[in-house]
């Protein structure tokens, strides 16, 4: 076995999920405080002192990254994190973390709000619970999942009077109230049964165009200045909205307006492509981030004056990781949208910024003429990257989004991107939020136009696919976005391009996701994997080989390489291992510092995985 030889950290980006503007308690500085995705060194609390474009960073002791941000009485922010369920206090004097309390059997706590019993409330995934955080003695009260089958209660709002407004989904949407001093959750008015979130202000409780009566919830006039009624539907702009501004949204125009003001104020017409707007300060300009940067928004802007947030990002593991036909190594982030390369001969890396509009993350990439191909969830998006070029993701030209099947209702491509013979993009899909489904995308790279097959194998999402000069190996899982797994069995199948139908299928019941590793062209064969465990099917004789022994190590990272010379490079907990595509054999090569995540072979054969946030190589045998 060959020396393993350590190449760098090189997947170091943000995703920042909420903020909040506060003020710092020393300085009397307004300061924008955001929370920082990390999986692997935990979520931070990145402030941004706005006036002298200063950072730092704190490491919070818990979560990996936190939807939910509020400043509370008593000098404090509540923290609610995933994937661990935790609210978390941190002390605005002290500047430290000061109370972690758990959320028992919960995930993700999403967003905050403060209750008239003076506790803070959030809703949780994947029990779709509300829970309460008593302030003063930190105790978590489970408040109960009066929607079920709902896996989530996705928001919380603050009402004129203290009572709780709850948006459950995504199997039966429903709204609730829940009272803090009956303890009880009640149904909403008629009006307000399609209502996610809205904010309290003034006595009143607004929610998109619509005012109700702060004491009884009867839908009212609007009470304030409203945009021109010829401009598009408008509707309140909740995220930055606070006790002294309101904002409003219509189309790309962005107004502000204060009690007593006989008008809306003008902020600004730019398109902001998906920033994240997250809060306001004293005066009413607006904050936001819009990937690795934050910017202001003052009234009459016309263009957005991006800074870098100046914190240095912790380094994070990577989701998957791919070497392109130059040797150089390229992967991204678990969520961030981004992605990065590293030169594994001089240890130089570089991370880019969002490669396109949406939130979510690159699920995985390929490479075709110099360029890069992307995948991308939450929008559906099949992005082109040229970095030969200049960088114009604002402009959409380089990267530049070249298809998008959200509106088709597919979002989620965990099945990657390959490239065909025929020079196209494949890739395959998971359905929206709510529903089961998938789809296999064929997308032009020059042009963008793509050509979808629509549950070609039941309504199930696709999770692996491949394709040689004359069909497409695809197959399926029994799980859903946001919905529990199905009870039926999931499936392989070779589906025809011409026809889109399925020309072979196989079933298989009881396990919950079959797994495609890639097509190699020497064998003829697809490499597959059910319930971890590996399998070969002959592209010639339409089925599946018994040349794998039944205890050759199981698979179980994420990404694995087929080199298209009669091996399959993948690995089993800490083990490298290689499988020998003609013969069916399995063999230790080496025997990483720790578990191993993914694997890529590069254009000369040098090995390269990732063990969390590190990478490394190896020369096979």
């Known amino acids: ?20 503007v506060v003020v710092n308690r020393t300085t009397g500085h307004e300061e924008l405080v955001l929370t920082d995705t990390n999986e692997d060194a935990g979520v931070h609390l990145l402030f941004i002192d706005i006036e002298t ?56 706590i999403w967003n905050l709000a403060l209750g008239n019993d003076g506790r803070v409330y959030g809703g949780s995934y994947d029990g779709g619970k509300l829970g309460a955080l008593d302030l003063n003695t930190y105790e978590i009260d489970d408040c109960g999942a009066p929607a079920p089958p709902n896996l989530y209660l996705r928001h919380v709002s603050s009402l004129p009077d203290g009572r709780i407004l709850c948006y459950f989904f995504t199997e039966n949407p429903t709204t609730m109230i829940f009272d803090p001093q009956t303890r ?39 009470p304030f200045p409203a945009p021109p009624g010829d401009k598009g539907e408008w509707s309140l702009f909740a995220s930055i909205s606070t006790d002294k501004w309101l904002f409003i949204k219509q189309e790309n125009t962005i107004y502000r307006y204060k009690q007593g003001d006989r008008e809306l104020t003008y902020m600004t017409s730019v398109d902001l492509r998906g920033s994240n707007m997250l809060g306001c300060t004293k005066d009413g300009s607006i904050l936001g981030v819009r990937g690795q940067d934050y910017f202001m ?8 004056d991006l800074n870098t947030i100046p914190v240095e990002s912790a380094p994070r593991p990577t989701l998957f990781l791919k070497a392109d036909p130059s040797g150089k190594l390229w992967g991204g982030p678990h969520f961030g949208q981004t992605i990065f390369w590293l030169d594994p001969k001089t240890g130089e890396y570089a991370n880019t910024s969002k490669v396109c509009d949406a939130g979510g993350e690159v699920c995985d990439v390929d490479f075709y003429k110099g360029r890069i191909f992307a995948v991308s969830y939450v929008d559906g998006d099949v992005v082109r990257y040229d970095p030969s070029k200049p960088w114009d993701q604002l402009g959409n030209k380089n990267p530049e989004t070249i298809a998008s099947i959200r509106s088709k209702g597919y979002i989620r491509p965990a099945a990657g991107v390959v490239i065909g013979p025929d020079g196209k993009l494949y890739s395959g899909w998971w359905a929206e939020y709510g529903e089961y489904g998938g789809a296999v995308s064929i997308t032009d790279p020059d042009t963008g136009e793509t050509e979808l097959i629509e549950d070609p194998l039941g309504k199930q999402c696709i999770a692996g696919i491949t394709t040689d000069e004359h069909y497409i190996y695809a197959s399926t899982t029994a799980s859903g976005n946001g919905l529990p797994d199905q009870k039926i069995p999931t ?7 011409k026809t889109q139908k399925a020309v072979f299928e196989q079933q298989f019941p009881n396990i919950g ?6 097509y190699d062209p020497t064998t003829k064969q697809v490499v597959v994997s059910a319930t971890r465990h590996l399998m070969l099917f002959d592209v010639e004789k339409m089925s599946f080989s018994d040349k794998i022994a039944d205890n050759a190590p199981v698979i179980d990272c994420c990404s694995t390489s ?45 090995i390269y995985f990732s ?7 190896f020369k096979a045998q």
């Open 1 to 20: 076995m060959k020396k393993i030889v350590h190449i760098g950290q090189p997947c170091r980006t943000k995703n920042v999920l909420a903020g909040r």
């Open 53 to 108: 474009n200063t950072g730092r960073a704190y490491k919070a002791p818990a979560g990996s990254g936190a939807w939910g941000l509020l400043e509370v009485p008593g000098d404090r922010l509540v923290v609610g994190t995933y994937y661990d369920g935790m609210f978390m206090v941190f002390d605005l004097r002290k500047m430290e973390f000061i109370k972690t309390a758990h959320f028992p059997g919960e995930e993700y």
């Open 184 to 222: 009880k959750f009640e149904p909403v008015p008629e009006h307000m049964m399609e209502v996610q979130s809205g904010i309290s202000w003034e006595g009143y409780f607004i929610t998109g165009s619509m005012a109700c009566d702060g004491r009884t919830l009867a839908k009212i006039d609007w």
């Open 297 to 304: 928004i003052k009234p009459g802007t016309e263009t957005l």
């Open 491 to 497: 499936r392989f199948g070779v589906i025809d391009p």
């Open 513 to 518: 996701t079959v797994a495609i590793h890639g």
């Open 562 to 606: 087929v080199p298209r010379n009669g091996r399959l490079h993948y690995s089993s907990n800490k083990k490298l291992l290689l499988l020998d595509l003609k013969t069916g054999k399995v063999t230790e090569i080496a025997e990483a510092p720790d578990t191993v995540t993914n694997v890529t072979t590069g254009p000369d054969g040098t």
């Open 611 to 617: 063990c969390g946030v590190d990478i490394y190589a």
